[in-house]
């Protein structure tokens, strides 16, 4: 009999997870809260830093898990986890040999920045937000017309005290970077400006990137915090920065305000941690065991976790971390059940 492990959580962690457990001879079931697969990767337009269509990577992945008939249940909240079974806010409970948290994380929410308007004023939106547009067939200011002028903010919910999020998001500064190029190709003549504190670049191809962006793509990098924003009476954005390189205040008018926004640990986190005796992170993500041998391994033996639900990852990480996770589990099966 295949032992099963219970994955919770349907995106692109939970799916590479159960696809490498399969591959092992293990059973795996997926819960997911949402009522398909994909986790926050739907809806993404394109992926940095080769631009390639995040569908090219999501559709194949959500095909092979259909095709290795794993187990999936749809629109299901887990409210308490252990090493063997989770329990559905239904009351049900699905027994497991082993559990894998793979849940990700939550994108700030940008309301919480208020001097920035997002909500208050119609052109101010969120990298989401700029995704969805660029998927849905076109970006445009909210009367339809095109933005000329067009500043995009680093570091929105990330690496902020006020906000109790002191992190870096660490996928921020090349989704903007990508973002910026995506921009210029769409609107050749815009001015566009990337405000940022640091810009880190730290993946394969992404400094490159950033490179590219000054040299080819004539994108302004001004290092300068935003510090708030107002709309104007023709609905256009007006800024204040302080340029910290030269020193100088700045003020400008732009047609559309970019946020980019950070990566939160889940707000659930708290009670489930509680309730199944795993040790959370100050910034609220779960914490592993140590950043090296113990990587993808809880305090709880028995329970594991594949990519964003223990730190911001990128798409590449989570499905590389994926696969170390269902190695973690099949050594544990074996020691434990003599699998
Ligand atoms: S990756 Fe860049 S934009 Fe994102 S939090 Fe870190 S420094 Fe800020």
Same mark, same amino acid.
């Given at each position: 009999?295949?032992?099963?492990?219970?994955?919770?959580?349907?995106?692109?962690?939970?799916?590479?997870?159960?696809?490498?457990?399969?591959?092992?001879?293990?059973?795996?079931?997926?819960?997911?809260?949402?009522?398909?697969?994909?986790?926050?990767?739907?809806?993404?337009?394109?992926?940095?830093?080769?631009?390639?269509?995040?569908?090219?990577?999501?559709?194949?992945?959500?095909?092979?898990?259909?095709?290795?008939?794993?187990?999936?249940?749809?629109?299901?909240?887990?409210?308490?986890?252990?090493?063997?079974?989770?329990?559905?806010?239904?009351?049900?409970?699905?027994?497991?040999?082993?559990?894998?948290?793979? /849940?990700?994380? /939550?994108?700030?929410?940008?309301?919480?920045?208020?001097?920035?308007?997002?909500?208050?004023?119609?052109?101010?939106?969120?990298?989401?937000?700029?995704?969805? &547009?660029?998927?849905?067939?076109?970006?445009?200011?909210?009367?339809?017309?095109?933005?000329?002028?067009?500043?995009?903010?680093?570091?929105?919910?990330?690496?902020?005290?006020?906000?109790?999020?002191?992190?870096?998001?660490?996928?921020?500064?090349?989704?903007?970077?990508?973002?910026?190029?995506?921009?210029?190709?769409?609107?050749?003549?815009?001015?566009?400006?990337?405000?940022?504190?640091?810009?880190?670049?730290?993946?394969?191809? !992404?400094?490159?990137?950033?490179?590219?962006?000054?040299?080819? !793509?004539?994108?302004?990098?001004?290092?300068?915090?935003?510090?708030?924003?107002?709309?104007?009476?023709?609905?256009?954005?007006?800024?204040?920065?302080?340029?910290?390189?030269?020193?100088?205040?700045?003020?400008?008018?732009?047609? &559309?305000?970019?946020?980019?926004?950070?990566?939160?640990?889940?707000?659930?986190?708290?009670?489930?941690?509680?309730?199944?005796?795993?040790?959370?992170?100050?910034?609220?993500?779960?914490?592993?065991?140590?950043?090296?041998?113990?990587?993808?391994?809880?305090?709880?033996?028995?329970?594991? !976790?594949?990519?964003?639900?223990?730190?911001?990852?990128?798409?590449?990480?989570?499905?590389?971390?994926?696969?170390?996770?269902?190695?973690?589990?099949?050594?544990?099966?074996?020691?434990?059940?003599?699998?």
């Amino acid at each position: 009999m295949a032992y099963r492990v219970v994955i919770v959580g349907g995106g692109a962690a939970g799916m590479q997870t159960a696809l490498e457990l399969k591959s092992r001879g293990i059973e795996p079931v997926i819960v997911e809260r949402d009522i398909e697969l994909g986790g926050k990767v739907r809806g993404w337009h394109k992926l940095f830093p080769t631009f390639v269509p995040a569908s090219d990577v999501l559709f194949p992945l959500a095909q092979r898990v259909k095709a290795a008939r794993v187990r999936c249940f749809y629109g299901q909240e887990v409210t308490d986890i252990a090493s063997d079974g989770v329990t559905l806010r239904s009351g049900e409970r699905i027994p497991a040999d082993a559990v894998v948290m793979a /849940t990700g994380f /939550t994108l700030f929410d940008a309301h919480r920045k208020q001097e920035y308007g997002y909500g208050l004023y119609d052109n101010v939106i969120t990298s989401v937000d700029l995704e969805r &547009m660029m998927n849905g067939g076109g970006v445009t200011l909210a009367d339809g017309t095109k933005p000329q002028r067009i500043a995009i903010l680093h570091c929105v919910g990330s690496r902020d005290e006020k906000v109790g999020q002191r992190h870096c998001s660490k996928v921020c500064c090349i989704t903007g970077v990508k973002q910026a190029i995506e921009l210029r190709e769409m609107f050749p003549d815009a001015d566009i400006f990337n405000f940022y504190m640091d810009i880190r670049m730290f993946g394969p191809g !992404y400094e490159e990137l950033y490179r590219e962006a000054q040299e080819k !793509y004539n994108i302004h990098f001004v290092r300068g915090r935003i510090s708030e924003a107002a709309e104007t009476i023709d609905k256009r954005i007006q800024i204040k920065a302080e340029d910290t390189l030269t020193g100088r205040p700045l003020r400008m008018t732009i047609d &559309m305000l970019v946020l980019l926004v950070g990566m939160s640990a889940n707000y659930e986190n708290e009670g489930i941690a509680q309730r199944a005796g795993l040790e959370l992170a100050p910034n609220g993500y779960f914490k592993t065991v140590d950043n090296f041998l113990g990587a993808v391994s809880s305090n709880r033996r028995g329970i594991f !976790y594949a990519g964003a639900v223990t730190g911001a990852k990128s798409l590449a990480d989570t499905l590389a971390e994926a696969s170390l996770t269902a190695s973690a589990v099949d050594d544990y099966l074996k020691e434990v059940f003599n699998k």
